[in-house]
C-alpha cells in the first residue's frame, strides 16, 4: 500500500473516528429520548406523529433536491455556482413548507383525526428553517471539516434530549417531541451558519450549474421514491388499521432503524467525498469501499440478529409490557435490516461515481417494489406488512442491488459477495449461538440481555478471523485507533 493510499484512509479513519464519536452520542442520547417518551407517552401519540412524519418527509425531501450530495460530489465547484445551489435550495424550502401547511387539513381529513392539522403546520415551519442549513453543512463536509460538525451535533442533540424530556413531563403529549426537534433545528442551523463562514451572493446560472443541478434532481428523485417505498407502510396502516396499530410497528420500525442510520451517516460523511476523489484509481477506489461496508456490517450485524432473538424480553425491560405487542413486528423488520445494513452503503457509490440518473431508477424499481409488497401484506395487518417487506427484500431487492451497482464502476457484483459473505456465515453463527445461550441465560434482565448480546458479537467475530482479509483490516483499524489515541494523549 503507497504512502497517499494509507494517508487517504488514516484520514478516512480520523473522519470517522469523529463522527462516529458524535453519532455515537447522538445515538446514545436519542435512545434515552427515545426510551424515556415511549414509557411516558401512549401508542397513539406516536401514531400522530408518524401520520404528519409521512407529509412532512415527503415534502422535505423535495425541498432538498439532493443539492448538499451535488456539492460534496464535485471536485472543484465556484463561488458562484454554489451561490445558485442555495437559492435554489431556499426556493425549494418554502415551497415545500408552503405545501406542507396547505396539505394540513386535507391530511386531517383523511386520517380522520383533527390534531393533525395544527400540527402540520408547527412542522411546515420547522421545516423551513431545516432547509436553510444544506448548503454551508454541504461544504464543511466538502472540505472535510468535521470536528465542528461534531461539536455541532453534540450540542444540539444535548440540548434537544434536554427539552425533550422536560417537555414529555409536563406536556405527556406528542407536542413535546415536536419542541425537542425544534431545539435540534434551531441550533444546528445557527451553529452550521457561523461555523462555515458562507455568505450567498449573486448566482452563477451556466452550463455547469444545471448539470450539476440535473444531478441533484435525480438523487432527489432517488430520495423521493425511497421515502415512498418506506412510508407507504405507514399511510396504509394509519389510514385501515389506525393509530394505535401505527404506533406499535413506527415503534418497532423506529428502534431498528435509528441505529443503523446513526452509523451510516457519519461514515457517509466522509466516504463520498473520499471516493468522490478516488473514483478514477480503481484499486483505491474498491479498498476504501471495502473496508467500510465491512466495518458497517460488522458493527450492525450482530446487535440486530440479537435484537431479532430477544425481541419481546427487550420490548418488556426497555420499554414496558404494553409494548410487547411490538416485539414480532420488529423481529420480522429486524431481518430486512440485516440485508439494508449492507445495501445503504449503495447510496455511496452511485453519488460519489456521479451516477444519479441510474441510482433514480432503482429507488423507482425498489418503491414499486416495496408497495406492492405492503399492499400484499396489508389484510394481516402491521405484522403481515413487516413479513411480506421482509420476504420481498431477501428475495428481490437484495439480488436487484447487487446487480445494479456491479453494472458499473470498480465495485462489482462479484467482489460484493466476496466482501459480504463472511459477515452472512457470521450472523448464521450468531444466530445459532445466541438461540442456543438463551436457554441457560436469563434474557428479561439487564445482566443477561448484555451477556447476550457479548455472546452475540463474540460468535459473530469468531468466523471473521478464518478470511484473511478480515484479519488484515482489523489490524488497519487498531493500529489506526492506538496511533490517534497515542497522539492525543501525547498532545
Given at each position: 500500500?503507497?504512502?497517499?493510499?494509507?494517508?487517504?484512509?488514516?484520514?478516512?479513519?480520523?473522519?470517522?473516528?469523529?463522527?462516529?464519536?458524535?453519532?455515537?452520542?447522538?445515538?446514545?442520547?436519542?435512545?434515552?429520548?427515545?426510551?424515556?417518551?415511549?414509557?411516558?407517552?401512549?401508542?397513539?401519540?406516536?401514531?400522530?406523529?408518524?401520520?404528519?412524519?409521512?407529509?412532512?418527509?415527503?415534502?422535505?425531501?423535495?425541498?432538498?433536491?439532493?443539492?448538499?450530495?451535488?456539492?460534496?460530489?464535485?471536485?472543484?465547484?465556484?463561488?458562484?455556482?454554489?451561490?445558485?445551489?442555495?437559492?435554489?435550495?431556499?426556493?425549494a424550502?418554502a415551497?415545500?413548507?408552503?405545501?406542507l401547511?396547505?396539505?394540513?387539513?386535507?391530511?386531517?381529513?383523511?386520517?380522520?383525526?383533527?390534531?393533525?392539522?395544527?400540527?402540520?403546520?408547527?412542522?411546515?415551519?420547522?421545516?423551513?428553517?431545516?432547509?436553510?442549513?444544506?448548503?454551508?453543512?454541504a461544504?464543511?463536509?466538502?472540505?472535510?471539516?468535521?470536528?465542528?460538525?461534531?461539536?455541532?451535533?453534540?450540542?444540539?442533540?444535548?440540548?434537544?434530549?434536554?427539552?425533550g424530556?422536560?417537555?414529555?413531563?409536563?406536556?405527556?403529549?406528542?407536542?413535546?417531541?415536536?419542541?425537542?426537534?425544534?431545539?435540534?433545528?434551531?441550533?444546528?442551523?445557527?451553529?452550521?451558519?457561523?461555523?462555515?463562514?458562507?455568505?450567498?451572493?449573486?448566482?452563477?446560472?451556466?452550463?455547469?450549474?444545471?448539470?450539476?443541478?440535473?444531478?441533484?434532481?435525480?438523487?432527489?428523485?432517488?430520495?423521493l421514491?425511497?421515502?415512498?417505498?418506506?412510508?407507504?407502510?405507514?399511510?396504509?396502516?394509519?389510514?385501515?388499521?389506525?393509530?394505535?396499530?401505527?404506533?406499535?410497528?413506527?415503534?418497532?420500525?423506529?428502534?431498528?432503524?435509528?441505529?443503523?442510520?446513526?452509523?451510516?451517516?457519519?461514515?457517509?460523511?466522509?466516504?463520498?467525498?473520499?471516493?468522490?476523489?478516488?473514483?478514477?484509481?480503481?484499486?483505491?477506489?474498491?479498498?476504501?469501499?471495502?473496508?467500510?461496508?465491512?466495518?458497517?456490517m460488522?458493527?450492525?450485524?450482530?446487535?440486530?440478529?440479537?435484537?431479532?432473538?430477544l425481541?419481546?424480553?427487550l420490548?418488556?425491560?426497555?420499554?414496558?409490557?404494553?409494548?410487547?405487542?411490538?416485539?414480532p413486528?420488529?423481529?420480522?423488520?429486524?431481518?430486512?435490516?440485516?440485508?439494508?445494513?449492507?445495501?445503504?452503503?449503495?447510496?455511496?457509490?452511485?453519488?460519489?461515481q456521479?451516477?444519479?440518473?441510474?441510482?433514480?431508477?432503482?429507488?423507482?424499481?425498489?418503491?414499486?417494489?416495496?408497495?406492492?409488497?405492503?399492499?400484499?401484506?396489508?389484510?394481516?395487518?402491521?405484522?403481515?406488512i413487516?413479513?411480506?417487506?421482509?420476504?420481498?427484500?431477501?428475495?428481490?431487492?437484495?439480488?436487484l442491488?447487487?446487480?445494479?451497482?456491479?453494472?458499473?464502476?470498480?465495485?462489482?457484483?462479484?467482489?460484493?459477495?466476496?466482501?459480504?459473505?463472511?459477515?452472512?456465515?457470521?450472523?448464521?453463527?450468531?444466530?445459532?449461538?445466541t438461540?442456543?445461550?438463551?436457554?441457560?441465560?436469563?434474557?428479561?434482565?439487564?445482566?443477561?440481555?448484555a451477556?447476550?448480546?457479548?455472546?452475540?458479537?463474540?460468535?459473530?467475530?469468531l468466523?471473521?478471523?478464518?478470511?484473511a482479509?478480515?484479519?488484515?483490516?482489523?489490524?488497519?483499524?487498531?493500529?489506526?485507533?492506538?496511533?490517534?489515541?497515542?497522539?492525543?494523549?501525547?498532545?
Amino acid at each position: 500500500m503507497s504512502s497517499l493510499d494509507r494517508d487517504s484512509k488514516s484520514r478516512a479513519v480520523t473522519n470517522i473516528l469523529i463522527t462516529g464519536g458524535s453519532q455515537a452520542w447522538k445515538l446514545t442520547a436519542g435512545f434515552v429520548l427515545m426510551i424515556f417518551s415511549t414509557r411516558n407517552l401512549a401508542p397513539s401519540d406516536f401514531g400522530l406523529l408518524a401520520m404528519s412524519a409521512t407529509a412532512a418527509t415527503f415534502l422535505g425531501l423535495i425541498k432538498d433536491i439532493g443539492i448538499g450530495q451535488t456539492i460534496i460530489q464535485r471536485t472543484e465547484i465556484a463561488k458562484g455556482q454554489i451561490d445558485a445551489l442555495f437559492w435554489l435550495s431556499v426556493l425549494a424550502s418554502a415551497a415545500s413548507a408552503l405545501v406542507l401547511a396547505l396539505c394540513a387539513h386535507p391530511a386531517a381529513l383523511f386520517y380522520g383525526d383533527r390534531r393533525l392539522q395544527q400540527l402540520m403546520i408547527a412542522i411546515a415551519g420547522l421545516s423551513f428553517i431545516a432547509g436553510l442549513p444544506t448548503v454551508p453543512a454541504a461544504l464543511l463536509a466538502r472540505e472535510s471539516r468535521f470536528k465542528p460538525l461534531a461539536i455541532l451535533d453534540v450540542a444540539a442533540t444535548t440540548a434537544s434530549v434536554a427539552a425533550g424530556i422536560v417537555a414529555v413531563i409536563i406536556l405527556r403529549d406528542y407536542w413535546a417531541l415536536y419542541l425537542s426537534t425544534l431545539v435540534l433545528t434551531l441550533i444546528s442551523t445557527v451553529g452550521i451558519w457561523a461555523y462555515s463562514g458562507y455568505r450567498p451572493g449573486y448566482p452563477r446560472l451556466d452550463s455547469e450549474t444545471r448539470h450539476m443541478a440535473r444531478f441533484g434532481l435525480h438523487v432527489s428523485g432517488f430520495n423521493l421514491a425511497n421515502y415512498l417505498s418506506r412510508n407507504a407502510d405507514n399511510i396504509l396502516i394509519g389510514r385501515f388499521r389506525g393509530s394505535d396499530e401505527l404506533g406499535l410497528y413506527d415503534r418497532a420500525y423506529k428502534l431498528l432503524l435509528l441505529p443503523i442510520i446513526q452509523l451510516h451517516n457519519p461514515i457517509g460523511q466522509v466516504i463520498v467525498p473520499l471516493l468522490s476523489r478516488l473514483r478514477f484509481e480503481k484499486e483505491r477506489y474498491l479498498s476504501t469501499y471495502n473496508d467500510a461496508l465491512s466495518m458497517v456490517m460488522l458493527i450492525c450485524q450482530p446487535g440486530i440478529v440479537f435484537a431479532i432473538l430477544l425481541s419481546e424480553p427487550l420490548f418488556r425491560v426497555l420499554l414496558g409490557e404494553h409494548w410487547v405487542g411490538a416485539a414480532p413486528i420488529f423481529s420480522w423488520l429486524g431481518v430486512a435490516g440485516l440485508i439494508q445494513v449492507a445495501t445503504a452503503t449503495a447510496a455511496w457509490l452511485f453519488l460519489s461515481q456521479g451516477r444519479g440518473q441510474e441510482y433514480f431508477r432503482l429507488g423507482v424499481w425498489t418503491a414499486l417494489i416495496n408497495v406492492t409488497s405492503f399492499l400484499i401484506g396489508l389484510p394481516w395487518g402491521a405484522l403481515g406488512i413487516a413479513a411480506a417487506y421482509t420476504l420481498v427484500n431477501c428475495t428481490v431487492v437484495l439480488p436487484l442491488y447487487a446487480i445494479s451497482i456491479g453494472r458499473h464502476g470498480p465495485v462489482t457484483t462479484r467482489s460484493l459477495i466476496k466482501t459480504t459473505v463472511p459477515h452472512w456465515i457470521g450472523c448464521g453463527v450468531a444466530a445459532a449461538v445466541t438461540s442456543i445461550s438463551i436457554i441457560s441465560l436469563d434474557g428479561n434482565s439487564f445482566a443477561g440481555l448484555a451477556a447476550l448480546l457479548a455472546l452475540a458479537y463474540a460468535s459473530y467475530l469468531l468466523p471473521m478471523t478464518f478470511f484473511a482479509g478480515k484479519r488484515a483490516l482489523a489490524k488497519r483499524v487498531l493500529r489506526n485507533v492506538f496511533r490517534k489515541a497515542k497522539a492525543f494523549s501525547e498532545g
